[in-house]
């Protein structure tokens, strides 16, 4: 696939071939990732703002298409950047679905949240603090004492201006700006008159504690709703606080689904002889893994323990499976004597016999190992003779993926 610039699929890490699907995982993933409330910090804040404008424009088919071929110039001029929303309003309607835009509810609070595998596992109650705007108690949402509250005659009550410039005889242009007389609320009152509590806002600022209770079996991105819990605005449905679950790696286990994934290592004498693990379940619990002598293990074999994996949502007795993958550590050179070799080999299965009658000995070749400098400056070199390095014609194949 041909593009003029890849920089927004960089930004999100896909090829810009990756499917619709695709960039809402990578976007969800970096979302989570770089949120304020979870990474404070100028560079995360950054970050989230350009991963949220790279989603915005390429969950798009429009923006897209014209990004794909003309690049950050091409939506300059077609506008398909004009009008961004916020990355946190990005943000809320990715993971708060539509609904926060109605006009009469305010909108929904999405917040991350960091939950280890355990915590998934087993259960867990945990609190969550959050900062949200209520209705001033003082005011009754009014601004200011009652009675004493007018409409701007300036806006009409609309909190904006509408001025129009002539660009060319038949061609005017609007633009829009916030009302300086009411400064964008639509009312004005006399100073006196303001509420000594909200300044006039008609909220206050509430810091608030949430329970949130983690079940038996979520997973990553999944949701937990506290209905009406969001900022309140005098004259609207309180939205809800939407909390997301981000799922922390776990050192020694991968979930896919249902199942637990691991990676265990054994000797090749256990391979061969059989062997006894313990492991180590996030219920604290310890199994107890046995291969008999006879049952040979080979390196990269797969084997499942029933019932051992991650706990099924809403049916936490139901259970998917211990997935262990194998790997077979081979000894080092040397690590036998001759003799003990040539012993070793007459108690495996016989090796077998290459007939050499007719072969010329003379095309005989050794094997050897790579030296690691050596295959980067091989590459190298063959990256060269393909015009990969340096200038020239050959550089435009870095914008077909």
């Known amino acids: 696939m041909s593009v003029k610039e890849t920089g927004l699929y960089d930004t999100l890490g896909v ?21 304020p409330d ?6 995360a804040e950054e970050k989230f703002k350009q991963v949220a404008r790279a989603y915005e424009i390429l969950s798009d088919e429009k923006k897209r298409e014209l990004y794909n071929k003309g690049g950050e110039e091409a939506l ?22 539509g609904r926060s835009r109605e006009r009469n509810r305010t909108k929904d609070m999405v917040h991350p949240l960091r939950v280890n595998l355990e915590d998934l596992y087993n259960g867990k109650t945990s609190k969550l603090a959050v900062h949200r705007n209520v209705v001033c108690s003082t005011c009754n949402g009014i601004g200011g004492k009652e009675g004493s509250v007018r409409k701007c005659t300036v806006c009409g009550g609309s909190g904006v201006q509408i001025s129009v410039s ?33 300044q006039g806002e008609k909220v206050v600022r509430e810091r608030k504690i949430l329970e949130v209770h983690i079940e ?3 997973k990553e991105a999944q949701k937990i709703t506290f209905r009406g819990e969001s900022n309140q605005e005098p004259g609207l449905e309180t939205g809800d606080i939407i909390i997301v679950i981000d799922e922390v790696e776990h050192p ?45 293990i080979k390196h990269d074999d797969v084997k499942v323990v029933l019932n051992e994996g991650m706990p099924h949502f809403k049916d936490p007795l139901e259970k998917g499976r211990l997935v262990i993958h194998f790997i077979v550590k081979f000894p080092s050179k ?68």
């Open 15 to 35: 090829v810009p071939s990756a499917t619709s699907p695709e960039i809402k995982k990578a976007y969800r993933k970096l979302a989570l990732k770089f949120h």
């Open 216 to 218: 038996k079996g979520m």
């Open 334 to 401: 040397g690590f036998l004597s001759v003799d003990k070799l040539q012993k070793l080999e007459k108690l495996l299965p016989e090796k077998k016999e290459v007939p050499m009658e007719g072969v010329d000995v003379s095309e005989m070749v050794e094997l050897v190992d790579i030296d690691p400098k050596t295959e980067r400056m091989r590459r190298q070199y063959s990256n060269e003779e393909d015009g990969g390095y340096g200038g020239g014609p050959r550089q435009m194949s870095c914008q077909t993926q």
């Open 252 to 296: 020694r286990f991968k979930r896919k689904g249902s199942d637990l994934l691991m990676d265990m290592e054994i000797e090749l004498s256990e391979s061969l002889c059989g062997f006894t693990r313990v492991i180590n379940t996030l219920d604290k619990r310890q199994l107890v893994i046995t291969s008999h002598v006879g049952d040979v």
């Open 76 to 97: 300059k001029e077609g506008g398909g950047s004009g009008q961004p929303h916020s990355a946190r309003d990005v943000f809320d309607m990715f993971f708060g679905g």
């Open 166 to 198: 002539r660009l060319a005889p038949g061609f005017v242009q609007q633009f829009q700006s916030r009302c300086n007389s009411c400064e964008g609320k639509g009312e004005i009152f006399k100073e006196k008159d303001r509420c000594k509590e909200c």
């Open 38 to 43: 979870k990474n404070p910090g100028p560079e």
